[in-house]
């Protein structure tokens, strides 16, 4: 079904809200109507109550959320819709009120113009829902200054997320109405980290703080303006050294950045160096440098509280001790407390092992000591660390405890010290920090499993962790440090169910004053092997002592980040953002599903649109989809089309009509030396439409072809050598390769008796598939009733295909290598094979036509000048390039052109390209069989791959790519963050623009 492009799971591009904002008065409302389907189900009937202007049906689809069907102007009454598809799945009606300015009758018009959207408060009633959950908790002195702030992949300031989407990259939302969040910016930067800050402020421009990696040892800062014309990157600036971990105090930004030294002296090894660095931010101004500290050793790990900030790194060659340097934030600067680092007994693992309070530095390691096998052992530490910053930092007090478990979630709440470790069940240590030269155990509890995090409310811990397998919540009563216990353990799923909470806390929201926790939990289901994604609603009552399970909230892919906004949870996945209400915790409501990034596994030019399509999987993982974008804004959708089960192995966009080839059957399975494939064939779809009033897409004719089994399409082209018949190639799944070492070389080319032999230290199939592949005709002339012709075989079983194929004037060429004669079927002996061609004639109708196999000598890797009458075949080999020449049925060898062995190399027409050290080396084919060289073509880098493209050459060496003119020899290079790039999936755009599609990060647009 295709999607109207005012869906609501679309994201909307800021141009179109803008433009909506214009037409429609600030002051129109929306609101939910009441809709009842007809007992056949076939028609909706919906109450308009006065003053509604339009009336939206709309339905929810799992791929795109909620998605506009109809609209109607309407008055008060009853209105009826027809429902297409049968009226299955859910439908919602929403009303739009007119403008409040216009005449509403009994009141003046200025009575209409206030807010008109209203949210449920906090229940006054004595046995509310909310009532009695917060008992005991303290919260930070109003008096106290802020701690430092850390980055996450996401902030919410009043209704707008601020979202780093590792695959996209900034995304800002607006979830002021949660049941039609829009995007309202964006800025591409898909791969490059995930620490965002958003820097004080207010009103319609705000300022994000991004830091990034860069492939040059060394950290970005990006500050990133965010307005009504979208999102920018106003200032850069690059610190020397890895980013290890930050902090921010108001507009005081404190990175850790670690980099490695060269020996000072011949022999010497290398040593690292920590940075601690502090910076100035104001708005899009550029940053600031202020005072910065240098401490030895790496791996940096930031501890902060109010007006003091530790760093913890693990020092040069001692990998089982820490060093820890503590500053006063009381102003700027970076003063230290500790007149020099503090070694700890073991290594702190992470931010909540440090504390720093009246005086004194506590710190919690673990030290692993050997006599016959390692033992770990749990050490607190305290030391004198004054705040003026004395010259010595005596250690106080030390206590060791838990011998031979492994130390895990620590917390630290005032005078006192909650420990975890684990070894068979989980003991949680309450320490008194009381007497800082005498730190005792004042209680311990046991309890199976253990705990990687937890989170004090009042005189409780919240912990999250694992227990037989599965995530665990638990809910511990600390009121009387002598005896901590128990109160609820909640696991939250059966075993394989996992949660990032579980490993990163940011993930875990826990809100006191709601009495609510958030997890995003996976779960999974052993019977059918599936996993559900979803945020549990987690209710706690710290007066009670109670814990329960609630409703959860569905993700159909893994929910990273959760945030009540009063009677909301809004939740983030890398691909979609979720809104519920939770106003019944046991049955909460989807409100609504933004996409926020897609895989992009084709792209397609259409002029002023570009088609972006997610192939989909033969594991019900992910959805054929195409989505429609402009040209120039590729994460603006417009329209979401469903293109059925299965994988898309093929599309092409012709004379405005859109071709897709579809592949629909269960998958096959590999086993080494054999294929495993299903009982049932596989069914290739092929999907005509006509794409010629773009974004709308109408699908206008079908043709199913049953495959065979152990067959798919792998090249993902469609061939074209007639006008209305285009064809695909049919061959056997991915194999098993081995290499081989001993196997001997040839140089003829003539026939079957002077085989070439296959190159030493090749690498081959360790089996030949026992099917031959196959060749499909179809035929579009009349695209609503496409048709095809019964599959040709290409060859016999033990007939390659190598992945050369090309076609035109009538012929398709296909490069193959055979492991058995086609004469008589057997194998050839010593592991030999033969390289060649199949050449097939596809006339106006009628099934491939196959002409007798064509010899090489080596493997071909390009076939071009394809015409009616012949063609030049490109062959490597161990002696190099060899070009043969076929009338369409012999191949005469022309030229042999020496050339390392294993450089990437591509050819069109008469010109050979051969990846170079830094560059590309070219080759033209002249009239007397000889290769005149050319200009060797810059590229900055050796090439992994090359493509002929038009009248391009592209070279990549995996995320480097370069474009070159084939005779200018001048290019242009790009470096991306993602990895890998496909060359075969390059695609050009009318205008010369390159367009590359990045799979789970989406698409590029060149600019050449």
């Known amino acids: 079904m295709s999607a109207n492009p005012a869906r609501r799971a679309v994201l909307i591009p800021l141009a179109a809200l803008m433009s909506f904002l214009l037409v429609v008065p600030a002051t129109a409302a929306r609101k939910l109507l009441k809709l009842e389907l007809s007992d056949s189900g076939r028609t909706a009937k919906v109450e308009v109550p006065r003053g509604v202007e339009t009336v939206t049906l709309q339905q929810f689809q799992k791929t795109g959320g909620w998605t506009r069907v109809a609209e109607k102007t309407a008055e008060a009454g009853v209105i ?60 930070e002195s109003p008096d106290s200054p802020a701690p430092p702030e850390e980055a996450d992949i996401w902030k919410i300031d009043g209704g707008t997320v601020y979202f780093f989407n590792q695959l996209r990259g900034l995304q800002v939302v607006d979830v002021r109405d949660p049941a039609d969040p829009r995007l309202v910016a964006s800025l591409r930067m898909p791969a490059m980290g995930e ?20 492939s040059k040892d060394s950290t970005m800062i990006s500050i990133v303006r965010v ?30 950045t670690s980099e490695w030294r060269e020996p000072e002296e011949k022999n010497g090894g290398w040593t690292t160096l920590t940075r601690v660095s502090e910076w100035f931010l104001n708005g899009g101004a550029a940053p600031v440098a202020g005072a910065h500290r240098e401490i030895e050793g790496s791996e940096a790990t930031i501890s902060a509280g109010s007006g003091w900030l530790a760093v913890s790194v693990v020092p040069d060659g001692r990998w089982n001790r820490s060093e820890v340097s503590v500053f006063s934030l009381d102003s700027p ?23 720093w ?116 919540a638990s809910l511990f009563d600390v009121s009387d440090p002598a005896a901590p216990a128990l109160r609820k353990r909640l696991k939250l799923g059966p075993s394989g169910t996992f949660s990032e909470a579980a490993w990163d806390r940011k993930a ?54 959760a ?37 992009v596994d084709r792209v397609l030019d259409a002029g002023p649109w570009m088609l972006q399509i997610e192939a989909g999987t033969a594991w019900s993982v992910g959805r054929a989809t195409l989505r429609v974008s402009p040209a120039e804004a590729t994460e603006e959708i417009h329209a979401e089309h469903d293109l059925g089960s299965g994988q898309v192995k093929a599309a092409d966009l012709r004379d405005g009509m859109l071709y897709v080839l579809r592949e629909a059957g269960p998958p096959t399975l590999l086993a080494k030396r054999s294929v495993v494939t299903g009982r049932t064939k596989n069914r290739l779809v092929l999907d005509v439409y006509d794409a010629s009033a773009l974004p709308a897409l109408e699908r206008v004719g079908r043709r199913v072809v049953h495959g065979v089994p152990g067959l798919t399409v792998n090249n993902g082209r469609l061939l074209w050598p007639q006008a209305n018949r285009p064809v695909a190639l049919l061959e056997a799944e991915p194999r098993v390769w081995v290499l081989y070492e001993s196997m001997r070389s040839a140089e003829p080319v003539a026939s079957v008796a002077d085989l070439g032999r296959v190159a030493r230290r090749s690498i081959v199939p360790d089996w030949a598939p026992r099917r031959a592949a196959r060749l499909v005709a179809f035929d579009v002339s009349d695209p609503r009733n496409p048709t095809a012709d019964e599959p040709a075989r290409v060859g016999i079983g033990g007939t390659v295909p190598n992945g050369t194929i090309e076609a035109a004037d009538g012929l398709v060429v296909i490069g193959t290598e055979s492991y058995r004669r086609e004469t008589n079927g057997k194998s050839y002996p010593d592991g030999r094979s033969m390289q060649g061609v199949h050449v097939f004639e596809i006339g106006a109708s009628g099934a491939p036509a196959p002409r007798p196999m064509i010899d090489l000598p080596d493997p071909a890797f390009a076939i071009t000048e394809l015409e009616e009458d012949g063609f030049l075949v490109f062959t490597a080999g161990a002696k190099g390039v060899k070009v043969c020449a076929s009338d369409g049925y012999d191949a005469f060898k022309v030229a042999l052109l020496e050339v390392e062995e294993g450089r990437a190399m591509a050819a069109s027409e008469r010109r050979l390209f051969v990846a170079a050290k830094d560059g590309i080396e070219q080759f033209r084919l002249e009239d007397d069989g000889s290769f005149t060289p050319g200009e060797t073509i810059a590229s900055g880098f050796r090439p992994w791959s090359l493509r002929c493209v038009g009248r391009l050459v592209l070279a990549s060496n995996g995320n480097k790519l370069f474009a070159a003119g084939r005779k200018k020899g001048e290019g242009t290079k790009w470096k991306f963050p993602t990895w890998w790039l496909d060359l075969r999936s390059v695609e050009t755009a009318a205008d010369g623009d390159l367009l590359v599609p990045f799979g789970e990060y989406g698409v590029e647009r060149l600019d050449r």
């Open 80 to 139: 009826r819709f027809r429902l297409p598809g049968g009226g299955e799945g859910k439908w919602r009606a929403i009303g739009r009120f007119a403008s409040a300015s216009g005449d509403r009758g009994k009141f003046p018009a200025a009575f209409y113009q206030g807010d008109h959207r209203f949210s449920a408060g906090r229940s006054t009633w004595a046995g509310g829902p909310w009532a009695g959950r917060i008992a005991g908790f303290e919260s």
């Open 357 to 472: 309070r009246d005086d004194v530095l506590t710190t919690i390691s673990e030290r692993s000591t050997r006599t016959n096998r390692w033992r770990p052992e749990t050490v607190l530490e305290t030391f004198h660390v004054p705040a003026t910053g004395a010259a010595a930092n005596p250690r106080l007090g030390k206590l060791s405890l838990a011998k031979g478990e492994s130390l895990y979630a620590t917390r630290f709440a005032g005078h006192l010290a909650y420990i975890v470790t684990f070894l068979q069940t989980d003991p949680l240590w309450v320490v008194d920090l009381s007497d800082p030269s005498k730190p005792a155990v004042a209680g311990h509890i046991e309890v199976p499993g253990w705990s990687t995090h937890l989170e004090p409310v009042g005189d409780s811990l919240f912990s999250i962790g694992w227990d037989n397998g599965t995530v665990v």
């Open 563 to 599: 945030e009540l906004l009063k009677n909301s949870v809004v939740s983030v996945s890398q691909r979609v953002m979720v809104t519920a209400d939770v106003g019944d915790l046991d049955r909460p409501e989807i409100l609504s599903e933004v996409s926020l990034a897609w895989p």
């Open 195 to 214: 620490d965002l800050f958003l820097l004080p402020g207010s009103g319609a421009t705000r300022h994000v703080v991004l830091l990034t990696r860069t």
């Open 227 to 256: 307005d009504s014309s979208g999102a920018a990157v106003v200032r850069r600036e690059r610190v020397k050294g890895s980013l290890g971990d930050s902090r921010m105090v108001g507009n005081r930004l404190i990175l850790a």
């Open 508 to 561: 875990l929201r826990v809100l006191p004053d709601d009495g609510l926790a958030l997890v995003p939990v996976g779960v999974f289901d052993a019977k059918n092997g599936t996993t559900r994604s979803e945020v549990r609603l987690l209710d706690f009552n710290t007066a009670a002592g109670t814990l329960a399970m609630r409703g959860a909230i569905d993700h159909d892919f893994d929910p990273r980040r």
């Open 333 to 355: 600067g970076l003063r230290n407390l500790t007149a020099a680092p503090v070694r700890t007994a073991g290594s702190i693992q992470d931010t909540f092992k440090i504390q």
